[in-house]
């Protein structure tokens, strides 16, 4: 893997860290909600699309 694959492999990795423990936290005032904050539901709906886009991403540069 070269040095900006690398790089960019990293980048996307401590995202897609970051990111998993913003849906948990979201999960977690969801429950606290009740199940009923439809923003909640929104924005962990825009999280959940984003972490399979940044795994893609992650799987095309391995390759």
């Known amino acids: 893997m070269s040095d900006q694959k690398g790089k960019k492999f990293l980048e996307l990795v401590d995202e897609q860290s970051n990111l998993q423990w913003k849906i948990i936290s979201c999960i977690s ?35």
């Open 29 to 63: 005032a969801l429950i606290d909600s009740k199940w009923e904050s439809r923003q909640l539901c929104d924005e962990i709906e825009q999280m959940v699309s984003r972490h399979a886009d940044i795994t893609r991403n992650i799987n095309c540069i391995e390759s």
